[in-house]
């Protein structure tokens, strides 16, 4: 489960801190996801956290839409 996300200015997330306490950089969780790590937004019943790609960009989102932006607020 996902705790914090730190932010860029431009509102781009750079890291995550999970419950357990171990922190991934954006890159890092994106390649965990794809590798199968299963991981949810806020709390244990929070909704999945998805790797959407727009515009040739991959996003960390908790929706499939194809928003060019992260969404795990």
């Known amino acids: ?3 914090i996300a730190k932010r860029e200015k431009n509102n781009a997330i750079t890291e995550l801190k999970l419950d357990s306490g171990v922190v991934y950089s954006r ?3 994106v390649d965990a ?3 199968g790590k299963k991981v949810k937004s806020k709390s244990a019943y929070g909704p ?3 790797i959407v790609r727009v515009n040739n960009e991959e996003y960390l ?3 499939n839409n194809s928003v060019d932006k992260d969404n795990l607020d």
């Open 27 to 29: 890159k890092q969780m």
């Open 33 to 35: 996801i794809k590798n």
């Open 61 to 63: 989102r908790t929706d």
């Open 48 to 50: 999945d956290v998805h």
């Open 1 to 3: 489960m996902i705790i």
